[in-house]
């Protein structure tokens, strides 16, 4: 398998794992949840496939590790950059940069960086306003999937994780 070119950045909840399905301690760590239909397959496949992959995430550190543990793709990600450890939330370049920064990449990359994400204020303004080509999930009725302003117009819409398989290709295939 030769070694693939684009990066993938992923956000967690309503992206991979669905956030009505979480089960919080007293302390707010999601104890447990169910992956959304499809995403536990698609991680495994672009990991499988070569793709470097990066988890991109607010909330607690505790809770992603428990949640992608227990649905077997916690070892799939190369870097996880959480809001808990980096005292900012999405859209915050300092996510973004850091992740970047724990895959030893630099600023030459960002052109074969995607970021994925249900949350048009976070996930895909943040990658826009980085630099890196955003992906918007529009899977969950719990986020707007209207843009507010132009900052929050993605590259790409996908309606279902499955979908991120094809598009991947075909941004890899345009790095070749």
């Not at 999601?30 to 992956?35: D, G, I, Q």
């Not at 590790?65 to 939330?89: H, P, R, T």
């Not at 999937?145 to 996908?158: F, H, N, Q, R, V």
Request: with cysteine.
């Amino acid at each position: 398998m030769s070694e693939k070119k684009l990066i993938i950045f992923l956000d967690s909840g309503d992206t991979i794992i669905d956030e009505g399905t979480e089960i919080r301690d007293d302390e707010q760590v999601v104890l447990r949840a169910n992956v959304i239909p499809g995403a536990d397959t698609m991680v495994k496949n672009l990991y499988e496939r070569g793709y470097t992959l990066a988890l991109v995430a607010d909330g607690l550190a505790q809770s992603f590790k428990n949640m992608l543990v227990q649905n077997g793709i916690y070892d799939c990600f190369s870097a996880m950059i959480y809001s808990e450890c980096m005292k900012v939330s999405k859209p915050d370049r300092r996510m973004f940069k850091a992740a970047v920064g724990a895959l030893d990449l630099s600023e030459a990359d960002y052109g074969r960086i995607i970021m994925v994400g249900n949350n048009l204020s976070r996930d895909v303004k943040g990658a826009n306003e980085f630099g890196i080509t955003s992906v918007h999930l529009a899977w969950t009725p719990r986020y707007p999937k209207t843009p507010a302003d132009e900052s929050e117009k993605p590259d790409y819409t996908i309606n279902t994780p499955m979908e991120l398989l094809d598009l991947v290709e075909k941004l890899e295939a345009e790095l070749s």
